[in-house]
């Protein structure tokens, strides 16, 4: 048996950034025609111990009027769209879907701990977290065929 495989470098939050980033390049897809009818579940995980707050998976790939719920595990988290009309964000979902702001939590606290969007129109739907977002917990779904799209938060109107 060799030696155990010891890690002798300090990983930084921004590498783990960086990582994380080149995750969500690879899509999770929604599957079949049939697993397609079915909600997605998209986890929003807090890592206490860590100081780890995410999206699992980040990126997300679905059909236009596909149901992704998303599960809140622990704490308090938001499920945000970029959207000017929810605290002047830039426009980072398509300009003709509606925009949402979902808060998830303890329920005598107002929260929910899943909450339910039908993404109708194709585009590129960047959403965050509004209490972790400067912790990394963001993430992006894409309805329909992007490469269709010359821009990808236009929705399909200037394909």
């Not at 959207?83 to 979902?93: N, T, V």
Request: hydrophobic share 40%.
């Amino acid at each position: 048996m060799g030696a155990p495989l010891r890690v002798s470098a300090w990983v930084s939050v921004k590498d783990c950034a960086r990582v994380c980033a080149m995750a969500c390049a690879f899509w999770v897809s929604a599957g079949s025609a049939e697993e397609q009818q079915k909600p997605v579940e998209v986890k929003l995980i807090t890592e206490s111990a860590h100081g780890a707050y995410y999206f699992q998976p980040a990126g997300l790939h679905v059909d236009a009027g596909q149901t992704v719920q998303f599960v809140s595990t622990h704490y308090f988290h938001s499920v945000t769209a970029f959207h000017p009309d929810i605290g002047g964000e830039a426009l980072r979902i398509p300009a003709a879907a509606k925009p949402f702001d979902a808060l998830l939590g303890d329920e005598a606290d107002g929260g929910r701990e899943v909450v339910a969007i039908t993404f109708e129109i194709p585009g590129v739907y960047d959403f965050y977290c509004r209490f972790h977002a400067s912790r990394g917990e963001v993430g992006r779904i894409v309805v329909g065929q992007p490469e269709r799209l010359s821009n990808p938060y236009a929705g399909d109107a200037e394909a």
